[in-house]
């Protein structure tokens, strides 16, 4: 079943929305929350929330694309509880590399807490990732939007793990400079 | 800023991006199809469904029905191509990494130009001045093909692209349209016609 029948069962309100959603992306939807959490129930029960919000977001919207959609939703919710596991010292994974890359990218301890700072940061950073060559943009989403590990993204592009941690670190360097431009930093 | 601040940031990166990142590249080896070929191939396709093409290459063509005598895979090409747009009653564009499909470069018109899926590319068409003879040589027929040096593009859409005139503008949108849908080819067309269906 395409996007565009799948999108219209949520509309009329069918529980068979969720049954077909499932089926052509919760694998997908998997993958992202099981990068973040490293852990099968708690990336069984992101997913099983990304259907709850899935159904309380459709209508009022109308994605062309469902698996970005839900795959943003997925992210979000797995961060989200990550996030609390972290407060309890727990859990493992990618997310404490990644958050440790990230960090030399971010300068102070102080976390941002007006809506528009937070909008413009999110400009800048579209902005950045818009303006990257093709490669660089891909293996930087997939590392720091879908938490892939080194050794995945080294597979998938047919690189080996130093050119991507290479990448990666070049990456960071530019967009450090970015932010810092931009008065983030 | 935290690093939480930037990781919540790069979750707002544009879909289009987030989309194409995981998008699998095929590197078996590919046929490539050079301008003037395509054109006839395209035309060939429609008109001779028997006839042996061959695509520029290729060692040779196969007969329907064949063991294939080598392992050539025809992979569709992703290039950067230029999507144009209505932006505040004006032409726009912006490049755009896309699989040179007509399905797909219209689904990334669509988006541009904020047009919804209800909006369908029913067909997209070269017609040209070129020329099929079939000739006997020896007892055989051969189809010769004459690519000619004129192309036209037909294009049909969904008659419900007009609900999208009011906010745009008929002309600005019909233009960005024909921009688009010309411009990707590398084929140099003398016309494009929109038809509605």
Not at chain 1, 32 to 60: F, G, K, Q
Not at chain 2, 66 to 74: A, G, L
Not at chain 2, 83 to 100: F, N, P, S, V
């Amino acid at each position: 079943m395409d996007d565009r029948r799948i999108v219209a069962l949520y509309w009329e309100r069918s529980e068979q929305a969720i049954a077909e959603t499932a089926a052509r992306y919760g694998n997908y939807c998997y993958a992202i929350a099981y990068n973040i959490l490293d852990n099968h129930e708690d990336a069984e029960e992101s997913v099983n929330d990304t259907y709850i919000d899935a159904w309380n977001s459709m209508p009022p919207h109308r994605p062309s694309v469902l698996s970005t959609f839900l795959g943003k939703m997925t992210r979000r919710i797995s961060i989200d509880r990550w996030r609390k596991r972290r407060a309890e010292k727990r859990g493992g994974g990618e997310m404490p590399l990644v958050m440790d890359e990230l960090q030399e990218c971010a300068a102070e301890d102080k976390s941002m807490e007006q809506a528009y700072e937070k909008q413009r940061l999110g400009e800048v950073i579209n902005a950045f990732a818009k303006a990257l060559p093709e490669t660089e943009r891909r293996v930087f989403l997939c590392r720091y939007w879908y938490m892939d590990s080194v050794a995945s993204i080294g597979k998938q592009f047919g690189f080996s793990e130093s050119k991507v941690k290479s990448m990666l670190y070049r990456t960071r360097v530019k967009l450090r400079a970015v932010l810092s431009k931009e008065g983030f930093a | 800023m935290r690093a939480d601040d930037i990781l919540d940031a790069i979750g707002h990166v544009d879909e289009v991006y987030v989309r194409r990142a995981k998008e699998k590249r095929r590197y078996r080896k590919a046929v490539w199809i050079t301008a003037g070929s395509l054109a006839a191939c395209l035309l060939l396709a429609v008109l001779l469904p028997g006839v042996v093409t061959h695509f520029a290459g290729s060692s040779g063509g196969d007969l329907p029905g064949d063991e294939p005598t080598h392992d050539v895979e025809i992979v569709p090409a992703y290039d950067d191509i230029w999507i144009y747009y209505a932006q505040d009653g004006q032409m726009a564009r912006a490049e755009e990494y896309c699989t040179l499909q007509p399905s797909s470069v219209f689904a990334l018109w669509k988006e541009k130009n904020g047009i919804g899926d209800e909006v369908e590319l029913i067909e997209c068409r070269i017609d040209g001045d070129s020329a099929t003879a079939t000739v006997e040589d020896n007892g055989e027929d051969t189809v010769s093909h004459e690519v000619g040096n004129h192309f036209i593009l037909n294009v049909t859409v969904s008659k419900n692209i007009e609900a999208y005139y009011q906010p745009i503008g008929r002309e600005l949108l019909l233009e960005s349209l024909k921009q688009t849908m010309t411009g990707y080819s590398g084929l140099v067309f003398d016309a494009c016609n929109i038809y509605f269906a």
